[in-house]
């Protein structure tokens, strides 16, 4: 299996994330395949698994909450 590439951690030390405001998410799948749903007339349309996503990104609020970002 290929070793992935080190990055460079970009986030502010001690920044907690669980302060109103606006956060970038980025979700990746495998090959670029639609598995989260498709976009239909210019809306996401969300299938099973996009579901899921959704809603663990809408519960990231209370898990993170008091939590510094990693």
């Known amino acids: 299996m290929k070793e992935l590439?080190?990055?460079k951690n970009i986030r502010l030390k001690e920044y907690d994330?669980?302060?109103a405001g606006y956060?970038?998410?980025t979700v990746c799948v495998?090959?670029?395949h639609e598995m989260l749903g498709k976009v239909v007339n210019s809306h996401m349309?969300?299938?099973d698994y996009g579901n899921v996503v959704?809603?663990?990104i809408e519960n990231m609020s209370i898990i993170k909450k008091g939590m510094?970002?990693?």
């Open 5 to 7: 590439p080190v990055r």
């Open 45 to 47: 349309i969300l299938n």
């Open 17 to 19: 994330c669980s302060n």
């Open 54 to 56: 959704k809603r663990e």
């Open 23 to 25: 956060y970038f998410v």
């Open 68 to 70: 510094y970002c990693r």
């Open 30 to 32: 495998k090959d670029k």
